[in-house]
């Protein structure tokens, strides 16, 4: 169950999401507002099942922030955050749909799990109050049903509900209607009637075969993950139409959709090499293996997130660009991969050298970034990549354009600005991390390269940001 914090106090936030033991009950907190805004702003990229709100709040208060949410998204759960005294405003936040709140009172180690306990059974309840009228359709015709979909990204959102048979079809969850069909099969005239329908100009109709007695419940949870993940990969704005999908083909192809943990340190290691970028079959080989994981759309943005960071340690950051939130489907990310491989390799290659010597050369790159805290060396270096010492040292010259001492010496300066920039780490914890024997020779390289001594470096980002 994914969660959404709003609260204005940063600190009472953060620490709310640092000590809940939301795992424990199912829940992941994708993200966090400081006030209703921000949290409608989130709620326009991201889908939501939990919004736990306060209600005291600047330029959005909670309760305009809920009476928003319950119109343009009924099917997000909300609870209250708040202190005891605003009971007024607890009992109008109930009223609007509110399903609980949480007094800040009870935010104490030995209460934590029961708060969240709490809201995890009467969320059940709710479901299986909702589900309720799906289980009694599943007995009158347990076998098919007409399903609509919104887009990745949530393009039918804003849609009314789509009609069938003269009448509006409820929507059973964020951007999913359901409608169970009378009788088996469906008529050519309303077989017409789904492939005319406009809402396939922003989503996606699935007429689905093979229910059974499955209950209504696990039918929309499934679709949901189904909406989440799978559409992600197979939505193509230019293949309109009625897919057909069989149930128990739908369940066995989400149950086989699962990343483990080793699969994805995998995923990182190659797509953090930039072996990709020199190699077609590498990045081809790649791709393929992301299209037979089907990671998340949330895994992917992690996966080249990471990946990025270790790219800017060879190629400046504006060379290229991480989209956050711009690519809704695997074809658009498809498409991103392709243009980012020709804007790196644009980059990376001089045609005097052959695709062999990049590898190589690249290869060695990527290898002293590895660790910074070393001794590092270029008969070392040499010896991983295969290349004679004096052969390296040319090409590395050549292609990278320096020497390869110099290029060591400016690597760790790199990387000990970003450590004082992004960290509050002692200076001689940042000497050691970069190479640098003690703290008072690295203040003077440091000073003797920028002009500043390490700590009025860090001062001036601080200032800064």
Partial sequence: MRVLIVEDDRLVRKGFISLMPWEHFGMEVIGEAGNGEEALSFLNHQEVDLLITDLAMPRMSGIELIRTVRQLYPRIWTVILTFHQDFEYIQEALRLGAIDYIAKTELQQ????????RIEQRIRYEMSQQARTWEEADKENPDQAIVWVSAPGGGALNLSNPIHRGNPVEECAPGIWLYTCEEKGLTDEEMDCLHADPFLRSGIIMLLEGIGCESG????????????RLMFYEWDRDRAGVWKKNWS???????????THEEEQLLKETWSSLQWVIHDLQFEENIAVLEKKMPTPQQLDTLFVIASTRWERVVPAGVWKVPQGELLTWKDWKNWLSRLRQDLEAYLFKPSYSREVHSCVWKAVQIINQDLSREITLREIAKKVNLSQSYLSQCFRDIVGGSFNEYVRQARMDWAKKLLADTDKPIYWIATQTGYPNEKYFSRVFKDRTGMLPSAFRNQCHERK
């Fill in 110 to 117: 030995d209460k934590m799990e029961d708060v969240l306990g």
């Fill in 249 to 259: 083909q739908l369940r066995e192809t989400m149950n086989h959709m699962r990343v």
């Fill in 217 to 228: 419940k696990q039918v929309i949870s499934t679709l949901q993950e189904y909406k989440d």
